[in-house]
């Protein structure tokens, strides 16, 4: 009997695009003679759509004729209903689209990748591969991020963090702090987007004023970095649960400026529709074996630490001149799903797909092994009930 998987997409996000790509590549991975695949298509204003016309990547170039070849759909939060149902009741049967038994989220930034659609599975009980809402949180949240691994003693370079509002509330202290512990040149980041979106650079006070004004409109926190001038950047992708996890090879993506930008990540300098898989890169990376063992390491620090599991990647940055390996951030849900350097490492697309639905099981099982409520009822209990009336004085 197959097993029916829901790879869920798109999304509220301005990674919408990636996500679509992302997705169908990993639909097109699943071996069809295990699985069942029902692709569920999130648009940008939130509405839920799933049909065979998803899987074409040309029929998004018309969303109008895409969403009317589709059906629209829903879940309701009912704890144990793993169902799809049809927005529009069919005129014969019931109004059931499809019974899922896992899901596979591919959505990259934010109300996908941040926690908040986790939680709406979390809310079902349905098996998910991926990080948990908390984890996901935290791997979003670069300001977090930070907080936890500067703690857990993972390297990070120096960062100042604020609000939007504090921003043009404080400006004058916030930049004299910026100047005085970083100094220039340095990184202007959204705090919880991915993707290089919002990401700048800023050799001076008058550019950094102009760029932080760009970051604002993309998050309500931003993060001010140290900027590495000598930069070589690495990334290694982790997989497991973070009790059992191992890690990939490692890749040198190829940027064409002082940072990698989102044309590089996901277009290869040109049009493409490949996501990460266009990113100029060096798999494995140009590494001396004691760097790589390095970089393999805090990238399975990092993904423990923050509590990651289904497949992530971990981007690192190397000062060229000291030779000092940071970690960067963490992709929870990772462009391509990084099918690409799990090829490298031996473990092919379909067998990516396989072990991620069994994470996800696996996490139903134990977590299904844990108390989350008694079965004592305390309203027949009778009195001694505080705060109610059961068991108050009265006047």
């Given at each position: 009997?197959?097993?029916?998987?829901?790879?869920?997409?798109?999304?509220?996000?301005?990674?919408?695009?990636?996500?679509?790509?992302?997705?169908?590549?990993?639909?097109?991975?699943?071996?069809?003679?295990?699985?069942?695949?029902?692709?569920?298509?999130?648009?940008?204003?939130?509405?839920?759509?799933?049909?065979?016309?998803?899987?074409?990547?040309?029929?998004?170039?018309?969303?109008?004729?895409?969403?009317?070849?589709?059906?629209?759909?829903?879940?309701?939060?009912?704890?144990?209903?793993?169902?799809?149902?049809?927005?529009?009741?069919?005129?014969?049967?019931?109004?059931?689209?499809?019974?899922?038994?896992?899901?596979?989220?591919?959505?990259?930034?934010?109300?996908?990748?941040?926690?908040?659609?986790?939680?709406?599975?979390?809310?079902?009980?349905?098996?998910?591969?991926?990080?948990?809402?908390?984890?996901?949180?935290?791997?979003?949240?670069k300001i977090t991020m930070k907080m936890i691994?500067?703690?857990?003693?993972?390297?990070?370079?120096?960062?100042?963090?604020?609000?939007?509002?504090?921003?043009?509330?404080q400006r004058d202290k916030l930049i004299e702090?910026?100047?005085?512990?970083?100094?220039?040149?340095?990184?202007?980041?959204?705090?919880?987007?991915?993707?290089?979106?919002?990401?700048?650079?800023?050799?001076?006070?008058?550019?950094?004023?102009?760029?932080?004004?760009?970051?604002?409109?993309?998050?309500?926190?931003?993060?001010?970095?140290?900027?590495?001038?000598?930069?070589?950047?690495?990334?290694?992708?982790?997989?497991?649960?973070?009790?059992?996890?191992?890690?990939?090879?490692?890749?040198?993506?190829?940027?064409?400026?002082?940072?990698?930008?989102?044309?590089?990540?996901?277009?290869?300098?040109?049009?493409?529709?490949?996501?990460?898989?266009?990113?100029?890169?060096?798999?494995?990376?140009?590494?001396?074996?004691?760097?790589?063992?390095?970089?393999?390491?805090?990238?399975?620090?990092?993904?423990?630490?923050?509590?990651?599991?289904?497949?992530?990647?971990?981007?690192?940055?190397?000062?060229?001149?000291?030779?000092?390996?940071?970690?960067?951030?963490?992709?929870?849900?990772?462009?391509?799903?990084?099918?690409?350097?799990?090829?490298?490492?031996?473990?092919?697309?379909?067998?990516?797909?396989?072990?991620?639905v069994d994470l996800a099981l696996k996490r139903?099982?134990?977590?299904?092994?844990?108390?989350?409520?008694?079965?004592?009822?305390?309203?027949?209990?009778?009195?001694?009930?505080?705060?109610?009336?059961?068991?108050?004085?009265?006047?």
């Amino acid at each position: 009997m197959k097993t029916t998987v829901g790879v869920f997409f798109g999304g509220r996000s301005t990674e919408h695009e990636i996500s679509v790509i992302s997705a169908l590549q990993a639909i097109n991975a699943f071996n069809k003679e295990k699985y069942e695949i029902i692709p569920i298509y999130i648009t940008k204003q939130g509405r839920w759509f799933s049909g065979d016309a998803l899987l074409e990547v040309k029929n998004y170039r018309d969303m109008a004729a895409l969403q009317n070849m589709c059906a629209e759909v829903y879940m309701i939060p009912e704890y144990g209903d793993y169902n799809l149902y049809r927005k529009k009741r069919a005129l014969f049967g019931n109004n059931i689209w499809a019974k899922l038994d896992v899901v596979i989220p591919v959505l990259h930034g934010s109300n996908g990748e941040d926690g908040i659609f986790e939680g709406v599975l979390e809310s079902i009980g349905i098996p998910y591969a991926g990080c948990n809402t908390l984890s996901s949180a935290n791997g979003m949240d670069k300001i977090t991020m930070k907080m936890i691994m500067e703690k857990s003693g993972i390297p990070i370079v120096d960062y100042v963090w604020f609000t939007d509002k504090q921003w043009f509330a404080q400006r004058d202290k916030l930049i004299e702090e910026i100047e005085t512990r970083l100094g220039y040149p340095v990184i202007v980041k959204p705090a919880n987007l991915g993707s290089s979106v919002g990401i700048s650079h800023a050799d001076n006070r008058e550019e950094l004023i102009a760029k932080v004004d760009v970051a604002e409109k993309y998050s309500t926190r931003i993060v001010i970095e140290d900027m590495v001038e000598e930069l070589k950047e690495i990334n290694c992708s982790v997989l497991g649960d973070c009790d059992d996890y191992r890690t990939s090879v490692c890749e040198e993506p190829i940027k064409s400026g002082d940072i990698l930008t989102y044309e590089d990540k996901y277009m290869g300098g040109g049009k493409s529709n490949k996501g990460m898989q266009a990113t100029q890169k060096r798999i494995p990376a140009d590494l001396s074996p004691e760097d790589t063992a390095r970089v393999q390491f805090l990238a399975g620090e990092t993904f423990r630490v923050l509590s990651c599991h289904g497949v992530a990647r971990v981007d690192f940055m190397i000062d060229g001149k000291s030779g000092d390996i940071y970690v960067n951030e963490i992709n929870t849900i990772p462009g391509s799903l990084s099918f690409y350097l799990w090829e490298a490492s031996g473990i092919r697309f379909d067998q990516l797909m396989d072990k991620l639905v069994d994470l996800a099981l696996k996490r139903k099982r134990e977590s299904s092994m844990k108390t989350v409520s008694y079965d004592q009822n305390i309203f027949n209990l009778g009195k001694g009930l505080k705060g109610g009336k059961m068991g108050a004085k009265q006047p």
